[in-house]
């Protein structure tokens, strides 16, 4: 499949050519490139820096979680849910299904090696990606060498947690939802949930379950859709409807069902946004909540929903309406961002920017590239942003989830597939430039 040239350069750095595609992440949207992949006998290495498959879904993600959409726009290429799979399957289901999906297709990622940098080399035309070892005491460092780069490290490698004034100051736990398993351990205590997307409402939901008393911070607006629509997926209905009616009118009969099924969110304390949840998904890439019994909730006084924060004390919140709450702890579900820009180095222009990394704020050399913008996704929008140049290519960054990952994924193989028959061709005729490139090494 690859080869180990076995050499190491000056600093110790081990050298690996890769005989085809090198792909950036092994979840869902790099499983499913490499088994399209597969199917072609296209060789490739996947790198991955955690010790498993989908360590987002296995490491990152809380007990309760279910697929909000069903099944049939999850499941990746050339392998179906089971059919005992209920409509909506739990993490344990859809991880489960991954596991086997990467055994079926004989995918075998590099584990806990992270990618520091990747860069296109203009003299060899070829891609170096250097990764360090995240397992053990001695940093091990090794240089993958290749002609194509697949980039599928998800809109999600990171949790965002933002600044806010006396937060170091709080006492109590803070954590980001990517670490929130269960509630279980907040059984009577008061929570803040700062923010109200997907992650916030369920994390609320879930310490409502397990007797805590949460408070959630909405401090914008956002809508709110039922998960289901008189027994279809809402998800599945827009999909219909936009067959026919333009965006802003399935917005528009969207919102009215949604009155009618949830009421007024307003009158909750959650104001919907002036452009409907699709126009606002497809221009801000903001993801509507699809409720799965929050709201409910919200009803009864079992979840409190309190406006913006101002600052924290060693003890308790002050809010932007004068209020102030005594809390317990503080769980941050306040959203990913991609880390693209932190290693790809394609950069025509480099410009200083901040970013917020395991809660600590740092600046740093933050590179946008000519494909991918300062945001870590591509600047082309959908449903062309998934072909750069020299090789790039990117899964899964069309913020249309698994779905999107899995149409990504068919496109790159496909394309790969077209470049390496091409190739092929050429290197029976003649000995490749890259040859002679890295026997200099
Ligand atoms: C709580 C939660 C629930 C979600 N639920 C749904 C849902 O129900 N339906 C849906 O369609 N979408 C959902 N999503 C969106 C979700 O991101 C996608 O479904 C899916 O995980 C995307 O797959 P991916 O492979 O693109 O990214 P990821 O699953 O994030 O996988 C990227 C992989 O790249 C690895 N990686 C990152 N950086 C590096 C690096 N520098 N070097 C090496 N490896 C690296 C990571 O460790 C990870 O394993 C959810 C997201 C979250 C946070
Ligand atoms: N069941 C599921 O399938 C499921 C579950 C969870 C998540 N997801 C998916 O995972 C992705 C991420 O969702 P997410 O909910 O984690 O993130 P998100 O949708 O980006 O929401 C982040 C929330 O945090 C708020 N926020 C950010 N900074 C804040 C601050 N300083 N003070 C107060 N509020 C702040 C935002 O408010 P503003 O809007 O005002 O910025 C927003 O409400 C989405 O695609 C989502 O659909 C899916």
């Keep these: 499949m690859f080869s180990f040239s076995g050499q190491t350069d000056f600093g110790g750095r081990r050298c690996v050519w890769v005989n085809g595609p090198v792909i950036v992440g092994a979840g869902p949207s790099g499983l499913a490139v490499s088994a399209c992949l597969k199917e072609q006998g296209i060789p490739f290495v996947v790198i991955e820096r955690s010790d498993c498959i989908a360590s987002l879904w296995q490491k990152h993600t809380y007990d309760r979680l279910k697929l909000h959409l069903p099944k049939k726009f999850c499941q990746l290429p ?40 990747a860069k296109y080399d203009e003299a060899c035309h070829l891609w170096r990606v250097i990764t360090v070892s995240t397992t053990g005491l001695v940093r091990l460092e090794t240089e993958y060498i290749c002609q194509m780069l697949v980039v599928a ?39 803040l949930v700062v923010g109200c997307g997907n992650s916030g409402m369920e994390v609320s939901l879930d310490l409502s379950n397990h007797n805590a008393k949460p408070a959630m911070v909405v401090r914008s607006s956002v809508h709110v859709l039922p998960r289901e629509i008189f027994g279809k997926s809402t998800f599945d209905l827009a999909m ?41 998904k497809n221009h801000h890439g903001k993801t ?81 590239t000519e494909f991918f913008a300062k945001n870590g996704f591509p600047k082309t929008p959908f449903p062309n942003g998934w072909k750069g140049k020299c090789g790039l290519y990117a899964a899964g960054f069309t913020r249309r989830g698994l779905a999107g990952a899995s149409a990504d994924a068919m496109k ?19 000995v490749p430039t890259h040859r002679r490139c890295i026997s200099t090494f």
């Design 240 to 280: 219909m409807l936009m067959k026919w009616l333009p965006l802003w009118l399935v917005d528009k009969l969207l919102l009215i069902l949604a009155w009618f099924i949830l009421g007024s969110t307003q009158k909750l304390g959650i104001k919907r946004p002036s452009l409907g949840p699709l126009q606002l």
């Design 78 to 117: 050339k392998q179906p849910f089971p059919e005992e799979y209920p409509e909506y399957p739990t993490k344990k289901q859809f991880i489960s299904y991954l596991e086997n999906y990467a055994q079926k297709f004989d995918i075998k990622p590099q584990f806990n090696e992270c990618v520091q940098s």
């Design 288 to 368: 509507p909540v699809l409720d799965i019994g929050a709201l409910e909730r919200i009803r009864s006084g079992d979840i409190t929903v309190v406006p913006g924060i101002k600052r924290f004390n060693s003890n308790s919140v002050e809010l932007v309406n004068g209020d102030t709450l005594n809390i317990d702890s503080v769980v941050l579900a306040t959203g990913y961002c991609s880390n693209v820009p932190y290693w790809l180095q394609v950069s025509k222009k480099d410009s200083i920017s901040a970013l917020f990394f395991g809660g600590k704020s740092k600046l740093n050399l933050f590179s946008e």
């Design 412 to 430: 790159i193989s496909q394309d790969i597939g077209k470049v390496w028959k091409e190739e092929l061709n050429q290197k029976k005729q003649k």
């Design 153 to 191: 490290t998800g809109e999600n490698a990171e949790g965002v947690v933002p600044e806010i004034e006396g937060l170091k100051e709080f006492s109590g736990e803070v954590i980001h939802a990517k670490h929130y398993k269960s509630g279980e351990k907040h059984k009577g205590k008061k929570v």
